[in-house]
């Protein structure tokens, strides 16, 4: 098993290797895929969990342990503590994100698929989840094949989507979350007070320094936000090619502040920066 290079992030669905790997911060484990499907039992996944951790408990880098859930959403019954990453399949709407936010732990959409082949539902879902407050977006990526490893297979069926523009749009949403300091935010739709009409609204804050909101559906409209007084410099970004769409500054005495969106199609992101003092 060759370990991956430094900076590249990898899920291990089998808990071996653990001689080689040691040195590797980069990777974590997963205890099982789909067990629900398979009858695979609490108490074996338990025993599993437990062996990860007495096998790695003098390692001086032990890994973070994923257990998959469920397909779509539910209330996670009886957590383990030594769980850190818990994994849901087809996780749209993003419901598992609030059921679960009282673990304060990472809530990951860990596969996706059975949405046709479009680009599309794959983009909107993959915001959607990050902007409610999900951690990782894992999309199973039919553009690779053992004859296009670098993905560029051409498919006109297949159980989901992907392909390069697929994967530059959801790397348009990497940077967009990477261009704010998104670990001191968290959820925050109260913030927003309304939205472009055939619209929904999701919003990230630090709230008085800033804010990401993702409109998904509608194509013009005001948006309201409950927001502090203060500078602010708010961007209109295109989820689909990367580019600012609108560019304003503007002064906030006090209350509630309407944004004209620009004219967008399928979905529109907002980026909002507070200005210090």
Request: aromatic share 10%.
């Amino acid at each position: 098993m060759r370990p991956p290079p430094p900076g590249e992030v990898v899920k291990c669905a089998v808990p071996s290797e653990w001689a080689v790997l040691k040195e590797y911060d980069n990777l974590y484990y997963e205890v099982c895929n789909e067990p629900y499907c398979g009858g695979v039992t609490i108490e074996w996944q338990n025993r599993i969990i437990s062996t990860i951790v007495d096998a790695e408990a003098a390692l001086p880098a032990r890994h973070l342990i994923a257990q998959n859930i469920a397909n779509g959403s539910c209330k996670i019954p009886d957590p383990n503590p030594a769980v850190s990453i818990f994994n849901f399949h087809y996780s749209d709407p993003p419901d598992s994100v609030a059921l679960n936010a009282d673990l304060h732990r990472v809530i990951a959409f860990d596969e996706s698929g059975f949405r046709g082949t479009a680009d599309l539902p794959y983009r909107t879902e993959a915001w959607e989840f990050i902007l409610a407050g999900g951690a990782v977006y894992d999309h199973l990526d039919y553009s690779f094949t053992a004859a296009h490893p670098d993905g560029t297979f051409h498919f006109t069926k297949s159980p989901g989507g992907g392909g390069p523009t697929l994967r530059r749009q959801l790397q348009i949403l990497k940077q967009f979350i990477e261009s704010f300091d998104f670990i001191r935010m968290a959820p925050d739709n109260a913030i927003i007070l309304s939205h472009p009409p055939g619209s929904t609204a999701w919003a990230l804050a630090e709230a008085g320094r800033q804010y990401a909101v993702y409109l998904k559906g509608g194509s013009r409209g005001d948006l309201t936000l409950e927001i502090p007084p203060g500078r602010y410099e708010a961007e209109w970004l295109n989820p689909r090619t990367g580019k600012t769409d609108r560019r304003e500054e503007f002064r906030h005495d006090a209350g509630s502040r309407t944004l004209g969106a620009p004219v967008y199609s399928a979905d529109v992101a907002l980026r909002l920066i507070r200005s210090p003092g």
